[in-house]
T-cell receptor
Framework: ETGVTQTPRHLVMGMTNKKSLKCEQH?????MYWYKQSAKKPLELMFV???????ENNSVPSRFSPECPNSSHLFLHLHTLQPEDSALYLC?????????????FGPGTRLTVL | KQEVTQIPAALSVPEGENLVLNCSFT??????LQWFRQDPGKGLTSLLL?????REQTSGRLNASLDKSSGRSTLYIAASQPGDSATYLC????????????FGEGTQLTVNP
């Protein structure tokens, strides 16, 4: 266990549904990240939060809406997704954002959009 | 734009073999390089992190080397075991990219008993 938990582990949703992914870290870190891992493609960074403030948005469509209420929790709110959004969504945390801060990953949420 | 390539995409070996996984990157202005392991349907586990000023790092049966100028890294696994079966990912942290890690697509390793 890395100290980063994600729920749910699996999620199936229709294109008109609204759902949320949750990430929690127990490492005392101040930076949290969302990554997307699609089949046959490298991991892609989506969002970075540092001390609850969003510091990076990697041109992510607005149907993905992140929320970071405190340094330990990170959410990804999903609405009107497309089938091509089906992927493994990984959360990570690090002591602070910035280079040379090792990132620790959660187990991921496997999302299927029908 | 940084691109990270891992060769081979898949590798199957008998138990006990020593093996080498390769990672190359196009922009040598990196701050560090990290090797991860990913088990099917699971998250990433960090194996080794090499700073740009270092040449290699070792952890148990794993040894990672870095040649920054040529844009290459290798992960050497000694005396492979079936439990080593997983996908191995390398990622670079560029000097100008802050937190951003650029990942390769991974090498899927199967170690047969």
């Amino acid at each position: 266990e890395t100290g980063v938990t994600q729920t749910p582990r699996h999620l199936v949703m229709g294109m008109t549904n609204k759902k949320s992914l949750k990430c929690e870290q127990h490492l005392g870190h101040n930076a949290m990240y969302w990554y997307k891992q699609s089949a046959k493609k490298p991991l892609e960074l989506m969002f970075v939060y540092n001390f609850k403030e969003q510091t990076e948005n990697n041109s992510v469509p607005s149907r993905f809406s992140p929320e970071c209420p405190n340094s330990s929790h990170l959410f990804l709110h999903l609405h009107t997704l497309q089938p091509e959004d089906s992927a493994l969504y990984l959360c990570a945390s690090s002591r602070v954002a910035g280079r040379n801060n090792e990132q620790f990953f959660g187990p991921g949420t496997r999302l299927t959009v029908l | 734009k940084q691109e990270v390539t891992q060769i081979p995409a898949a590798l199957s070996v008998p138990e006990g073999e020593n093996l080498v996984l390769n990672c190359s990157f196009t922009d040598s202005a990196i701050y560090n390089l990290q090797w991860f392991r990913q088990d099917p349907g699971k998250g990433l586990t960090s194996l080794l992190l090499i700073q740009s000023s270092q040449r290699e790092q070792t952890s148990g049966r794993l040894n990672a080397s870095l040649d920054k100028s040529s844009g290459r890294s290798t992960l050497y696994i000694a005396a492979s075991q079936p439990g080593d079966s997983a996908t191995y990912l390398c990622a670079v942290n560029e000097e100008t990219s802050g937190s951003r890690l650029t990942f390769g697509e991974g090498t899927q390793l199967t170690v047969n008993p």
